[in-house]
């Protein structure tokens, strides 16, 4: 394993280089779905920053950007499907073009509870972009129009994912060593 890896990864599941690759390609689809038309980005907070960051500064159209955060309810590790608006939206949407941008789907609970609450808002199209989305957990079906990666279905940190607010700044995602959860196993 590379020295640059933190002590704490046991694995890197994909690495920098290969997230960036990945990012060029949805910001090419997003950038042709939406030509001629303004598009708002509304990134969930904290998880997607990372990424809305560099996919936005890859999308060759006029963008504006919102964020909502969320908890979710339940251990630090699994999501409950009941979710708490931390931070609505600064702007109403109505008539507007809406890319929610997500870090990682599970569950899927958070995004469908956002997709219902944002739908109500009357956008003229609300569609999902996600970096990364877990093979076989999604416990409602789930239209995701943008997807960046399937990956198997265990804990990752890393590219704007965290264990206990930790780790969000890794360039790449990782699967954590068991040392580093200490008591507070996944
Ligand atoms: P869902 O509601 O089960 O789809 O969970 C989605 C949210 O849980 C994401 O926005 C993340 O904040 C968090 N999450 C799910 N899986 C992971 C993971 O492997 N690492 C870190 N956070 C995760
Ligand atoms: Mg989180």
């Not at 694995?11 to 949805?26: C, F, N, W």
């Not at 076989?136 to 995701?144: I, K, M, R, S, Y």
């Amino acid at each position: 394993m590379s020295p640059e890896v933190h002590d704490d990864i046991a694995e890197v599941l994909i690495t920098a280089e290969e997230i960036q690759d990945k990012i060029r390609e949805l910001a090419k689809q997003v950038t042709e779905e939406y030509r001629g038309k303004d598009v708002l980005l509304v990134g969930v907070l904290k998880g997607a920053f990372v990424f809305m960051s560099d996919l936005a500064r890859e999308i060759q159209l006029p963008i504006e950007f919102d964020f909502m955060a969320v908890s979710s309810y339940g251990s630090s590790t699994k999501s409950s499907g009941v979710v708490r608006i931390l931070k609505d939206l600064d702007y109403e949407i109505t008539g507007r073009h809406v890319l929610l941008v997500e870090d990682i789907i599970d569950s899927g609970l958070t995004i469908s509870y956002l997709l219902r609450y944002l739908e109500a808002r009357g956008p003229a199209s609300l569609e999902i972009c996600s970096l990364f989305w877990k093979k076989g957990e999604q416990a409602v079906p789930l239209d995701v129009r943008f997807p960046g990666f399937e990956i198997p279905s265990v804990f990752v940190v890393g590219y704007g994912l965290d264990f206990a607010e930790r780790y969000r700044n890794l360039p790449y995602i990782g699967v954590l060593k068991p040392s580093a959860y200490g008591s507070e196993a996944p």
